[in-house]
């Protein structure tokens, strides 16, 4: 009936799920695998030379073991679980060029944007250029100022003539720059 069970196996001793286990264990670089490795081809070695290995099977030279380690772990690093396909090993070369290229050229249109580009320099830094733009404000502000009001003399004169029931005079560009030039030559109005 209900008599004690057997001891699991161990998966990495060939058990159930064994082929699993021996994937998961080469994914997550499990030692303990790679020992077991070893130590099978450390006895197929001794058995197969049998009269270079006069010591016997259990013993073993120390100068072997870190080679042996470093070709194990040197195998396991060349030789992923899933190999990729060699088209997409070239497609992703191929891909792997366009993006370098795509960076260079992206660099080069970097470069000719920002060539002949002087830096404004900010507020305080330089006192010249700062005297410089402070007479361009001022110039600006006068524009401005003398445009507005070219524009309300024109409309004052527009509704002036509406009430006046004449005919309203019409205003092209050249009578209203002609305006704007007037009242620039005189700046006391």
Excluded at 4 to 21: M, T, V
Excluded at 56 to 67: D, F, I, L, T, V
Excluded at 115 to 120: I, L
């Amino acid at each position: 009936g209900a008599g004690p069970r057997p001891a699991p196996a161990s998966f990495l001793d060939g058990g159930k799920g064994a082929s699993f286990a021996k994937a998961f264990a080469k994914i997550m670089g499990d030692d303990t695998s790679k020992a077991k490795k070893q130590g099978r081809a450390k006895k197929v070695a001794s058995s197969e030379d049998g009269d270079e290995d006069e010591a016997g099977p259990g013993a073993s030279s120390s100068e072997g073991e870190p080679e042996a380690a470093a070709k194990a772990a040197a195998g396991a690093a060349a030789v992923p679980i899933l190999a990729a396909s060699k088209s997409l090993a070239k497609r992703k070369a191929e891909e792997k060029e366009a993006a370098a290229a795509s960076r260079a050229a992206k660099k080069l249109r970097l470069e000719m944007r920002q060539r002949g580009h002087v830096k404004v320099p900010r507020r305080g830094e330089d006192p010249a250029h700062d005297q410089r733009e402070k007479g361009l404000q001022r110039l600006a502000t006068r524009g401005v100022v003398m445009l507005f009001n070219a524009v309300a003399k024109a409309q004052k004169q527009q509704q002036g003539a509406a009430a006046a029931g004449s005919k309203a005079v019409k205003l092209n560009k050249a009578s209203f720059l002609a305006a704007l030039k007037g009242s620039a030559a005189k700046p006391g109005e």
